[in-house]
T-cell receptor, first 113, second 112 residues
Framework: ETGVTQSPTHLIKTRGQQVTLRCSSQ?????VSWYQQALGQGPQFIFQ???????GRGNFPPRFSGLQFPNYSSELNVNALELDDSALYLC????????????FGPGTRLTVT | AQSVSQHNHHVILSEAASLELGCNYS??????LFWYVQYPGQHLQLLLK??????LVKGIKGFEAEFIKSKFSFNLRKPSVQWSDTAEYFC??????????FGKGTRLHILP
């Protein structure tokens, strides 16, 4: 167990809908990164939040957005869902400024039909 | 752009066999290198990491990896695998900004 929690565990949405995924970071960690892991692939970096601001983004369209709250928990929002958005969404927390090590949560399995 | 290449997508070994999983990366600057493991039904966890110093790093559960800068490689090894090592293994490279690029993974299946 890493102390990083994610909710919900599983989610089924239909194409065109919007979804919000949540992540609580490990105690003391101020940085949260989100990854998308499609079936049979490695995790792909979506974006990172540090002190409530986006701190880098991977190759994902603007309909993927996020938030980080003062307690360092985070949300990932995806608008206008597409079938290809079906994946495991992973959240990882870390402490920026230290030789970093990311701790991953169990993930949210999103299925878009 | 950074990228990570894992040579083997699926490896099947018998217990007590030796293991080597290949990983090559493309990045010209200072890199931090990782191997993560994902056991069936469990979350991704760190197996070992390299930041600097001795290029041979030892991780948990008897795993080790060697950083060869001239070959841009960071291969994972274990002299004698166990059935419990059945999992998916991901090589990853990170830069100073905490962003990690993962390979596509190698699914390891150990026969009892």
């Amino acid at each position: 167990e890493t102390g990083v929690t994610q909710s919900p565990t599983h989610l089924i949405k239909t194409r065109g809908q919007q979804v919000t995924l949540r992540c609580s970071s490990q105690s003391g960690h101020n940085t949260v990164s989100w990854y998308q892991q499609a079936l049979g692939q490695g995790p792909q970096f979506i974006f990172q939040y540090y002190r409530e601001e986006e701190n880098g983004r991977g190759n994902f369209p603007p309909r993927f957005s996020g938030l980080q709250f003062p307690n360092y928990s985070s949300e990932l929002n995806v608008n206008a869902l597409e079938l290809d958005d079906s994946a495991l969404y992973l959240c990882a927390s870390s402490l920026s400024g230290v030789i970093y090590e990311q701790y991953f949560g169990p993930g949210t399995r999103l299925t878009v039909t | 752009a950074q990228s990570v290449s894992q040579h083997n997508h699926h490896v099947i070994l018998s217990e007590a066999a030796s293991l080597e999983l290949g990983c090559n990366y493309s990045y010209g600057g200072t890199v931090n290198l990782f191997w993560y493991v994902q056991y069936p039904g469990q979350h991704l966890q760190l197996l070992l990491k390299y930041f600097s110093g001795d290029p041979l790093v030892k991780g948990i559960k008897g795993f080790e990896a060697e950083f060869i800068k001239s070959k841009f490689s960071f291969n994972l090894r274990k002299p004698s695998v166990q059935w419990s090592d059945t999992a998916e293994y991901f090589c990853a490279v990170g830069n100073r900004d905490d962003k990690i690029i993962f390979g596509k993974g190698t699914r390891l299946h150990i026969l009892p």
